[in-house]
């Protein structure tokens, strides 16, 4: 089946720093990814929906200049999460529809995850 | 009022009980429904979209009531394998999850 695979993940930083996460679909192209964070014992909640050659569309609450997002090519998407606080500490993963051009069906896979923690 | 919401459980159930859980949306533009399941630490995984007609998988069950705006998910024959979080996924213009309800199955 489709693979989205997602990388670092661990990745542990100095406040302060901007941290990079890569979400790459194998085997499928994306136009469309989206990235949610995940608290401990919380839902996953929507952050922003990557959509490829244009800009991000982001949730209310969501700090555009904090999480920046690019997606440059059908198969990759970026989360930069900059100036990184404790605060900011959480699991965030990326999912990516394989969906059927024909019959706009598919199934929605996600990424591993990547669990970010802000020293 | 959550847009979806879920028991966050723990349900604790022997092995071979059956266990359902709900999940009720506030939607009703809602399009497409979904039972994912996740793991301690781990990305959720499709378990079954749900349709209007109800559908099976082998001891799983899924049942979507748009009067009431609710789906479940009925689990029969309990495994240990089956300890894990489960999710309620409702689609309009975009996915959206409940907290999920854990459940742990004892030996």
């Known amino acids: 089946g489709a693979v989205v695979s997602q990388h670092p993940s661990w990745v542990i930083c100095k406040s302060g720093t901007s941290v990079k996460i890569e979400c790459r679909s194998l085997?499928?192209?994306?136009?469309?990814m989206f990235w949610y964070r995940q608290f401990p014992k919380q839902s996953l909640m929507l952050m922003a929906t990557?959509?490829?050659?244009?800009?991000?569309?982001?949730e209310q609450g969501v700090e555009k200049d904090k999480f920046l997002i690019n997606h440059a090519s059908l198969t990759l998407s970026t989360l930069t999460v900059t100036s990184a606080h404790p605060e900011d500490s959480s699991f965030y993963i990326c999912?990516?529809?394989?969906?059927?051009?024909?019959?706009?069906?598919?199934?929605?896979?996600f990424g591993e995850g990547s669990r970010l923690t802000v020293l | 009022r959550k847009e979806v919401e879920q028991d966050p459980g723990p349900f604790n159930v022997p092995e071979g009980a059956t266990v359902a859980f709900n999940c009720t949306y506030s939607?009703?533009?809602?399009?497409?429904f979904f039972w994912y399941r996740q793991d301690c630490r781990k990305e959720p995984k499709l378990l079954m979209s749900v349709y209007s007609s109800g559908n099976e998988d082998g001891r799983f069950t899924a049942q979507l009531n748009r009067a009431s705006q609710y789906i479940s998910l009925l689990i029969r024959d309990s495994k240990l394998s089956d300890s894990a979080t489960y999710l309620c996924v409702v689609s309009t213009d975009k996915l959206i999850f409940g907290t999920g309800t854990r459940l742990q199955v004892f030996p």
């Open positions: 085997d499928f192209q994306a136009t469309t």
């Open positions: 999912s990516a529809w394989d969906r059927d051009g024909l019959t706009n069906t598919g199934e929605l896979f």
């Open positions: 939607n009703s533009a809602s399009q497409s």
């Open positions: 990557s959509n490829e050659g244009s800009k991000a569309t982001y």
